[in-house]
């Protein structure tokens, strides 16, 4: 029951909402729409305006007697001490609300994506490995961990997580999803944002919606797709969060579907998201996405016809600074282009989000609770500075057993996990050191484990002499650490994307005198080309970057063993090495922590129990391609491309081994608005422990409209030592069998099913098969639908 306390303090927050929705005048109205993008001072001054090349900043001291809606990225701009910056937005705050006649503050948004975008603030392993974890737990941990520390220098919102499902692995954005599966991708981020909301930092879901989708993987392009591919693979992942995450914030998309824009689509941003979701947050804009109404897409005139679009749409809050919700705003209302309460509607909205973050309140304070205790008088500076952590111990046990949990082992001849030393001669001579060629270039690279959103690669990278402000041990480093009697000897062979290969001789050289070669492949991550992953960094193909794949048949060649170890954003096709190369380690940006991971995995000090949230081509060149796909996806004898992945969706090797046994249908048949239940038993059937997912896949071999020839609806992760069992009891719900028909309405359909039980979405990961059967009529489901499997795990006792 809600207290009576809670009751008041709400009630009296909406009065005050209201209060000032009828006092402010159309200025002071506006200037809460709108944020100013300033970073914050390195002497612990007043922010200033951030020059961006897009921009012109308006001046502080014009902007302030009206009010202000947000400050934008006041640590995610430039290099700050995390204290100073703490004190620069307070001074800030304080200003803002005493220029106002009002008294309202500022809310503050910074990205947060892999970790607060601070500098000397933890970095956490990206997206794609949340997924590759299969832990959505460990990911609320994570995010509760970021929250804390965003809200414990004043920040109010983090612009994260991303929901887009991956439609094409060229695409350069890739690292920052969860995968290409829907419900991986709604579990593990609705688990984010359960984290961060938990710390009291808005979380905003993005980009919302169908952004991954563009044409030819190409950043910011054109979306071409059915309603029916919207409805069932897109829009899931942000309803999941916004049920069960209790998301406060949303950002648009970029791009347009269908000839429609996402920040001028009424029927998506109000019509879908608040009036049949029930969302009541925010919707801000992606940055400069109202203004590219004009600029892109061309469905606006001027930009106070870009501002009456987005805001009758349901954008509330332009961003990152004052652009077209300004003075071409103001223009378009007097003109009536918009009706004032469209204004007032926003404003509501925006008002009570801070009323919810106590900024309304009367004893608001500016001073962030990192500073609670500190004397921050007069020139505080130097007293100041350095004391605020924002990578504790605790943060990095929890990047450190992420990143360990999201090591995913392709393939492995026995030759994982290495021995300390190799095996002893005919001799009896002692056995000599175990000698491991390190080659390539990711051996040597310290943000080799960092993807385009942290801190030292989104910022630091302007700042080339500026420490990266958090540990960051290369490869090489962290297997001297795993392996010290070993004798290591590390050659880069060639760069991530250069096309030299005058390198390859030399690695080559040292590749033989070795008794295994470590591969150390991938991505550089970057913006807008700077690197071959991320915002803007899309692929021609999904060829290595530059002379890496050349470097890798080289090492093929040698006689060597090979371990392929990938450090990237996006998968890769490996050519020869699927089938050649002694064991395959893939990582996705695993984070701070991702080197000491790695190397626990290849000593076996961690056992490997990431899962592929991407599947892994074997072809280069057959994009798009997911393994949620129709049957005429698959191969066929009427096409010459084979898609069939290398490693498919969902695949994992361990250093154990496990049967899957004792089958039972509890109800085989149900009718559509039922339930389905099973069991079985798991046995760990090696002579070390082990960690397996259970994957639970739906088949629907005849439907009114075409299906995917599998979906995932459920998991199961569990440990189990040697010889010991573990019995996992599922019941599906009817509902998780519903699609969108042929009438545009989501439907649960009669007739029969198949619930598999796998390792992976291939064929050959299918262990077990249960055929089921929905009866009855045709049922129509809403939003209100189920979700997920109940999924319950016994492991036995063991004396």
Known sequence: MVSEDHADRAARRAARVAELVSAMTLEEKLAQLYGLWAGASQDGAEVAPYQHEMETPPRLEELLPNGMGQLTRPFGTAPVDPALGALSLMRTQALIAGKNRFGVPALAHDECLAGFAAWRATAYPVPLSWGASFDPDLVAQMAAAIGRDMRAVGVHQGLAPVLDVVRDARWGRVEETAGEDPYLVGVVATAYVRGLESAGVIATLKHFAGYSASRAGRNLAPVSMGARERADVVLPPFEMAVREGGARSVMHAYTDTDGVPSAADGALLTGLLRDTWGFSGTVVADYFGVEFLRTLHGVAADDGDAAATALTAGVDVELPTVKTFGAPLREALASGRLPQETVDRALTRVLTQKAELGLLDEDWSPVPPALADADTEGDAVERLRGTVDLDRPANRAIARRLAEESVILLSNDGTLPLPGTPAAPDSPAAPPRLRIALVGPQAGSRTAVLGCYSFPVHIGAQHPDLAPGIELPTLSEALTAEFPDAEIIVAEGCGVDTPGTDGIAAAVAAARDADVVLAALGDRAGLFGRGTSGEGCDAPDLTLPGAQQPLLDALLDCGTPVVAVLLAGRPYALGRAVEEA?????????????????AGVLSGRVDPSGRLPVSVPRLPGAQPSSYLAAPLAGPSSVSSIDPTPAFAFGHGLTYTSFTWSGLALRTPVAATDGELALSFTVRNTGARPGTE????????????????????????????????????????????ASFTGTEGRRIVEPGALELRLATSAADSGVRLRAAAELTGPVREVDHTRALHAAVTVTVEERP
Request: no cysteine.
């Open 693 to 736: 997912v259970a994957q639970l896949y739906l088949h629907d071999p005849v439907a009114s409209v075409v299906r995917p020839v599998q979906r995932l609806i459920g998991w199961a992760r569990f440990t189990l030592e040697p010889d010991q069992r573990a019995r996992v009891e599922m019941r599906v719900p009817a509902d998780l």
């Open 582 to 598: 002694a064991a395959i380690v893939q990582t996705f940006f695993p984070g701070q922590e991702g080197t000491r991971a790695i």
